[in-house]
């Protein structure tokens, strides 16, 4: 007989009770972030449309969930030595923000072109920041590296189970307020909100529609959960500097394969349109990541006539310059 363990056993999957325990974790000190409601947005899609603000959550963005349930469940031990990121940006400050609230020292490795606002708002967090370059050197490597080194743990941006049960608590809260949708939409990069956002969709509103929305760029959630594997793709172009993710996570995809119907995609000429709807209809200022999900559901790609849409607006942090270039390209 053999007493070899599986790798699947060894890596447990997220569950809803992770998800569950993780709101009572971030209780008090996550924003329970408004549901927003607009009657043009109604009028333009024939359904009745729930937006999560994650744009108002601490730090800008739902990262600020999965960040902080990830620190909290470290030991004391592990929590002196600190903890090491990597992230385009909303992870870094999500993970310099959480660090700084429970007294735990943060490194954070962060593309050298990164948005100036995302890397000033690191620092401004207390966060050590590292820069590399995302076209030619290997994240993960010099995250392992620091970690070996200084004795930090690493926490990856989505492909951890404390990360993916955080980032789930925001569809919990969703559906609890407003009861059950017929449809979901996540805004999706390595699948760390929309594995948690399905999990909270499956328990609270069984017969949901569940779909990931990515860049059109950069399909490659698409493409790996319609052929049943994980598809890598070179790192894509396209103003979702939060969905630049080239591959899905081997925590998120198995859920998502589970629980996830479909995945969207949108251009970037569609995320400016929605950038712009939620600034004159709405009054909120929403990344172009953050505005994924929206844009799906705006511009028909997610048929939403007559169904009550529960959409997550993931994030808000844009440089005012960009946003304005944006605006008028
Ligand atoms: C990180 C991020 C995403 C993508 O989240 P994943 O968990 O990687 O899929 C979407 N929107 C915003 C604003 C983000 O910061």
């Given at each position: ?8 056993a060894e890596?447990?999957?997220t569950?809803y009770?992770?998800?569950c325990?993780?709101?009572?974790r971030?209780?008090g000190?996550?924003h329970?972030t408004p ?5 043009t947005a109604?009028?333009r899609?024939g359904g009745?449309?729930f937006?999560?603000?994650e744009n108002?959550?601490r ?13 909290a469940r470290l ?5 002196r030595r600190?903890?090491?990121?990597f992230?385009s ?5 999500a993970i310099a923000?959480a ?8 490194v954070?490795i962060m ?22 370059d995302?076209?030619?050197e290997?994240?993960?490597a010099?995250?392992?590296r620091?970690?070996e080194e200084r004795?930090?743990?690493l ?6 189970e404390d990360v993916i ?5 925001a569809a919990?809260e969703l559906?609890?307020?407003v ?5 979901l939409l996540?805004c999706t990069?390595g ?8 999990l909270?969709?499956?328990a609270?509103s069984?017969?949901?529609r569940i779909y990931g929305?990515?860049?059109?760029a950069g ?7 319609r052929?049943g594997?994980i598809?890598?793709?070179?790192v894509p172009?396209t103003?979702?500097?939060g969905?630049q ?8 995809f ?8 479909d995945?969207l995609?949108?251009s970037?000429?569609q ?7 939620f ?5 909120i200022?929403?990344e172009p990541t ?9 511009h028909?790609v997610a048929p939403c006539?007559?169904k ?7 994030g808000g942090?844009v440089d005012?310059l ?7 390209g």
């Open positions: 007989m053999s007493a070899s363990i599986s790798p699947a890596s447990r999957l569950t009770e992770d998800v325990a993780a709101a009572q971030i209780e000190v996550a329970r549901v927003l409601t607009s009657r109604d009028a899609t009745r449309l937006f999560k603000a108002l959550q730090s800008g963005a739902f990262k600020f969930r999965g960040a902080y349930n990830a620190i030991s004391p031990e592990a929590k600190g903890v090491v990121a992230s940006g909303n992870h870094a400050q923000y660090g700084q609230l429970q007294g735990v020292p943060t954070i593309p050298r072109d990164a948005a100036a606002i995302k890397l000033a708002a690191t620092k401004g967090y207390g966060g050590e920041v590292v820069l590399y995302r076209y030619t290997d994240r993960d010099i995250g392992r620091l970690s004795g930090l743990t926490i990856p941006p989505y492909d951890h049960a955080g980032q789930g608590t919990k559906i609890e307020e009861g059950p949708l017929d449809i996540a990069g699948g760390g909100l929309l594995a948690g956002s399905a909270s969709a499956r609270l069984p017969a949901c929305v990515e860049p059109e399909n490659d959630a698409q493409q790996s959960l052929s594997s598809v890598k793709i070179p172009s103003i979702a500097d969905a993710t080239a591959y899905v996570g081997a925590k998120t198995p859920v998502m394969r589970a629980l996830v119907d995945i995609t949108v970037d000429a995320l400016v349109e929605t950038m712009r709807f600034i004159e209809r709405m009054k200022v929403v953050g505005c994924l999900a929206a844009a799906a559901a705006l028909g006539e007559g009550r849409v529960g959409i997550i607006i993931s942090n005012p960009a946003l304005a270039k944006f605006l008028a």
